[in-house]
């Protein structure tokens, strides 16, 4: 399929797909446009991820970063971690 633009393609994300070849004994880098129609394996159309703007001179440490799965995420992973600390009977 070929593409002129990204914004000839509604709903659709365009990227390039690099993959590396050996021709005749030379590697080549074959570049190739990647489309992904933005549907899950159902068929339905993924939700749209909105963007927010950011004073990026503002401290790290101002922002909120705070997220149900994140905390959920570290706790498995110090769960995780201590496991492999215990010693085994």
């Known amino acids: ?3 002129k633009d990204e914004s000839s393609i509604t709903g659709e994300s ?3 797909a690099i993959r590396i070849g050996l021709i005749g004994g030379i590697f080549v880098l074959l570049i190739s446009p990647f489309v992904h129609k933005g549907v899950d394996k159902a068929g339905n159309q993924l939700k749209q991820i909105s ?3 950011l004073d990026l001179t503002r401290p790290w ?3 909120d ?3 149900d799965l994140t905390t959920k995420g570290i706790q498995q ?3 995780d971690h201590k496991s492999t600390l215990k010693q085994s009977a």
Request: aromatic share 16%; hydrophobic share 50%.
């Open 1 to 3: 399929m070929a593409l």
């Open 14 to 16: 365009v990227h390039k």
């Open 65 to 67: 970063i705070y997220h």
């Open 61 to 63: 440490d101002s922002f």
């Open 77 to 79: 992973f110090v769960a």
């Open 51 to 53: 963007n927010k703007s």
